[in-house]
T-cell receptor, first 109, second 114 residues
């Protein structure tokens, strides 16, 4: 089974609103990554946060990591229709990347 | 720099046949990983190759195999296809210098088994 589990499974918001997606995992990690996938295409790396970091920013993206709760969140601010995609967290426990099942984000214009 | 390329992009096969998918990594990347993506199972790790050696393997039957060439290009092979092998197959390349560098994904090969 996937180590990372995203929540919610689906999210629908209006353009301009913020979108928050959560990821929980079970085992210890070296780092956690977030990826985006447009329908039926390859994944695009968004951001990596290391286990000793608590927060990281990249443009309109903000990622937090709470290793005590084994959880991470991805915040997309001022969302745009082009942000519509599936978002996956991936955990690195040392031997491989394990992906969650993803959150389908729909941003309505 | 050119991105990861995968060929073919689409493939239709029938049960019992075999298939070979190809992945060309970003120039300079030595690690290639393969994933299977299906609506029911999500993204499942198949295997990883680094410098022509399989470094890591997922939980798939022996019908799934792969290899990597000296130029880092990789192929995966699925023999005796089953209906459940219908999926999007993604490869990803990375420098491979640390255990988990950022992975760069190709567009995928959509395999349909009839």
């Amino acid at each position: 089974s996937q180590q990372g589990e995203e929540d919610p499974q689906a999210l629908s918001i209006q353009e301009g609103e913020n979108a928050t997606m959560n990821c929980s995992y079970k085992n210890s990690i070296n780092n956690l990554q977030w990826y985006r996938q447009n329908s039926g295409r390859g994944l695009v790396h968004l951001i990596l946060i290391r286990s000793n970091e608590r927060e990281k920013h990249s443009g309109r993206l903000r990622v937090t990591l709470d290793t005590s709760k084994k959880s991470s969140s991805l915040l997309i601010t001022a969302s745009r229709a082009a942000d519509t995609a599936s978002y996956f967290c991936a955990t690195d426990s040392g031997s491989r990347l394990t992906f969650g099942e993803g959150t389908q984000l729909t941003v309505n214009p | 720099k050119a991105g990861v390329t995968q060929t073919p992009r689409y493939l239709i096969k029938t049960r019992g046949q075999q298939v070979t998918l190809s992945c060309s990594p970003i120039s300079g990347h030595r690690s290639v990983s393969w994933y299977q993506q299906t609506p029911g199972q999500g993204l499942q790790f198949l295997f990883e190759y680094f410098s022509e050696t399989q470094r890591n393997k997922g939980n798939f039957p022996g019908r799934f195999s792969g290899r990597q060439f000296s130029n880092s290009r990789s192929e995966m092979n699925v023999s005796t296809l089953e209906l459940g092998d219908s999926a999007l197959y993604l490869c990803a390349s990375s420098l491979g210098l640390t255990v988990r560098d950022t992975q760069y994904f190709g567009p995928g090969t959509r395999l349909t088994v009839l």
